[in-house]
């Protein structure tokens, strides 16, 4: 099983700032990776597949980068809304796919 | 509108069985591999089990393997999970999410808001 390995486990951020989450995989899961956002009391939300490519509705100010085993979430320019808990997700090598811990980010 | 409404979860006690429904709406169910996805409470998310769209591929965690059973009914827009021999550690909100693909290798486009499921005597 691959396992996905996220740092920090928290990032404080001020509003307005940039925000670089990672996240890492134990084998090469080529592009084959999204990353999701989860509010408190809501259900994930997809914010990028195929390791770059935002999904439907999703602000510009989020960018995936990465291939293999190393990965990047980056928010350009921080808003209120965008303080929540990131994962970042393996389908590549299915079954399972896999999920990292998540990342809480969180106002400076 | 694109919804996916899970229902059935409760209160079990170990060792016996719960099967949870997801009702899909607003989109072709039958073109799309369907998912579910557990939280238990104050922790990340875990990938359940995972079914193709025409049920000719499915997956388990090696957590579930072989007491739970993912299916799907396309002519109903409804994707199923069957429980059985329940344990403490299956304590979670389990979701339903959608697929981009019709095959199981991939994101998960729209998430339920889950059904809770409580293992305990």
């Known amino acids: 099983e691959i396992v996905m390995t996220q740092s920090p486990a928290t990032l404080s951020v001020s509003p307005g700032e940039r925000a670089t989450l990672s996240c890492r995989a134990s084998?090469?899961?080529?592009?084959?990776l999204a990353w999701y956002q989860q509010k408190p009391g809501q259900a994930p939300r997809l914010l990028i597949y195929?390791?770059?490519t935002r999904a439907t509705g999703i602000p510009a100010r989020f960018s995936g980068s990465g291939s293999g085993t190393e990965f990047t979430l980056t928010i350009s320019s921080l808003q209120s809304e965008d303080f929540a808990v990131y994962y970042c997700?393996?389908?590549?090598?299915?079954?399972?796919?896999?999920f990292g811990q998540g990342t809480k980010l969180e106002i400076k | 509108e694109v919804q996916l409404v899970e229902s059935g979860g409760g209160l079990v006690q170990p060792g016996r069985s719960l099967r949870l429904s997801c009702a899909a709406s607003g989109f072709t169910f039958d073109d799309y591999a369907m998912h579910w996805v557990r939280q238990a409470p104050g922790k990340g998310l875990e990938w359940v089990s995972g079914i193709s769209w025409n049920s000719g591929s499915t997956g388990y965690a090696d957590s579930v393997k072989g007491r739970f059973t993912i299916s799907r009914d396309n002519a109903k827009n409804s994707l199923y999970l069957q429980m059985n021999s329940l344990r403490a550690e299956d304590t979670a909100l389990y979701y339903c999410?959608?697929?981009?693909?019709?095959?199981?290798?991939?994101?998960?486009?729209?998430w339920g808001q889950g059904t809770m499921v409580t293992v305990s005597s």
């Open positions: 997700q393996q389908y590549n090598n299915w079954p399972p796919c896999t």
């Open positions: 195929g390791a770059s």
């Open positions: 999410a959608k697929g981009i693909f019709g095959v199981p290798t991939g994101a998960f486009d729209i």
């Open positions: 084998q090469s899961v080529s592009s084959n």
